[in-house]
């Protein structure tokens, strides 16, 4: 079964602070990509990073890295300096070719993030 | 930067009632897709859509369910008889190709709510 889990349905950090947030998944597939989507309220979902499974190397983009743990199935986001613009929903997922022309995204149930002042 | 837009941002309906939730995709974007979120839930897959034609949908897309793209900018879909648990934020997605690790963008969703 492909699934993903985000065990924190929210957290809170600090401005200025780092925080973590956790995703495992559970796929058979060898190749398959690593995505976290942030959803500020009544806005878009919208691409933070993307990881390709076959890469050792960890994404970064600016503020915000991944930490992805191929063998234990585990992709978590660490959000370094934490701005009040960060405060969203967080949503996890991967994605694997099915055919040729459908390319099947997996979410989790997503992580609100509330960033205190 | 190019967004997707869904609308309406709410609707609310009465059970059996029909509904369409409208979307406009990114322009140069060739496939589209819906997903829904019933609260507190994952969001689920339900439909991708690819040259005027489902390409693939989910067990949750049954016939009370259609897609269409009616012109070329927009991208609907219709629940032919509300169900209570019908009741979800529906997202629509867009992406330009379906390889691997392409990237689907998404709009700010329809919260729908069947009483």
């Known amino acids: 079964a492909q699934t993903v889990t985000q065990s924190q349905p929210e957290m809170s950090v600090q401005e200025a602070e780092t925080v973590t947030l956790s995703c495992t998944y559970d796929?058979?597939?060898?190749?398959?990509?690593l995505f976290w989507y942030k959803q500020p309220p009544s806005r878009q979902m919208i691409l933070v990073i993307r990881?390709?499974?076959?890469?050792?190397q960890n994404a970064t983009e600016n503020r915000f890295s991944v930490n992805f743990q191929k063998a234990a199935k585990s992709f978590s986001l660490k959000i370094s300096d934490s701005q009040l613009g960060d405060a969203a929903m967080y949503f996890c997922?991967?994605?694997?070719?099915?055919?040729?022309?459908?390319?099947?995204?997996?979410f989790g149930s997503g992580t609100k993030l509330n960033v205190k002042p | 930067e190019p967004e997707v837009t869904q609308t309406p941002s709410h609707q609310v309906t009465q059970m059996g009632q029909e509904v369409i939730l409208r979307c406009v995709p990114i322009s140069n974007h060739l496939y589209f897709y819906w997903y829904r979120q019933i609260l507190g839930q994952k969001v689920e897959f339900l439909v991708s859509?690819?040259?005027?034609?489902?390409?693939?949908k989910s067990e949750i897309f049954d016939d009370q369910f259609s897609v269409e793209r009616p012109d070329g900018s927009n991208f609907t879909l219709k629940i032919r008889s509300t169900k209570l648990e019908d009741s979800a934020m529906y997202f629509c997605?867009?992406?330009?190709?379906?390889?691997?690790?392409?990237?689907?963008?998404f709009g700010p969703g329809t919260r729908l709510l069947v009483l």
């Open positions: 859509f690819y040259n005027n034609e489902i390409s693939e």
């Open positions: 997922a991967y994605s694997i070719q099915v055919e040729y022309n459908f390319n099947k995204f997996y």
């Open positions: 997605a867009s992406s330009w190709g379906a390889v691997g690790g392409e990237t689907q963008y």
């Open positions: 796929t058979s597939e060898s190749d398959y990509y």
């Open positions: 990881q390709e499974a076959y890469k050792q």
